[in-house]
C-alpha cells in the first residue's frame, strides 16, 4: 500500500524560506497529478499548487504565485514545493496529494512562520 510523506516543515521568520518534500513509497508518482494544500486553525483546506504529470504544467494559487515553485524529481519519487518570502499567513499544515489512479494524501507538516 503506498503512501505519501511530507517533510521540511518548521518555524521560520518573516521573509525566509522553507523547502517541503513529499516523498512516494510503496508506489511511484509516474503518471499521478501531485498537489499542495495548506490548512490553517479553523479554515478549510486551500489548493496552493499542482502540476500535471500529462504536460508537466504547473499552476498556484493567487496567495502564492510568485513566492512558491513546485517541481518534481521522478528520480527521487519525491515532489517538493520551494517556499520563499514567507509571510505569517502562510502558517499552516502543508498537505500533498497525488491522484491518478488512486487518490493519496500525506500526514501534513507544520509550517510556522513568526518572529
Known amino acids: 500500500q503506498g503512501h505519501l510523506v511530507e517533510s521540511g516543515g518548521g518555524l521560520v521568520q518573516p521573509g525566509g524560506s522553507l523547502r517541503l518534500a513529499c516523498a512516494a513509497s510503496?508506489?511511484?508518482?509516474?503518471?499521478?497529478?501531485i498537489g499542495w494544500f495548506r490548512q490553517a486553525p479553523g479554515k478549510e483546506r486551500e489548493p496552493l499548487s499542482c502540476?500535471?504529470?500529462?504536460?508537466?504544467?504547473?499552476n498556484y494559487a493567487d496567495s502564492v504565485r510568485g513566492r512558491f515553485i513546485i517541481s518534481r524529481d521522478n528520480a527521487k519519487n519525491t515532489v517538493y514545493l520551494q517556499m520563499n518570502s514567507l509571510k505569517p499567513e502562510d502558517t499552516a499544515v502543508y498537505y500533498c496529494?497525488?491522484?491518478?489512479?488512486?487518490?493519496?494524501w500525506g500526514q501534513g507538516t507544520q509550517v510556522t512562520v513568526s518572529s
Open positions: 510503496g508506489f511511484t508518482l509516474d503518471y499521478y497529478d
Open positions: 496529494n497525488a491522484n491518478y489512479l488512486r487518490d493519496y
Open positions: 502540476t500535471s504529470f500529462r504536460d508537466s504544467s504547473t
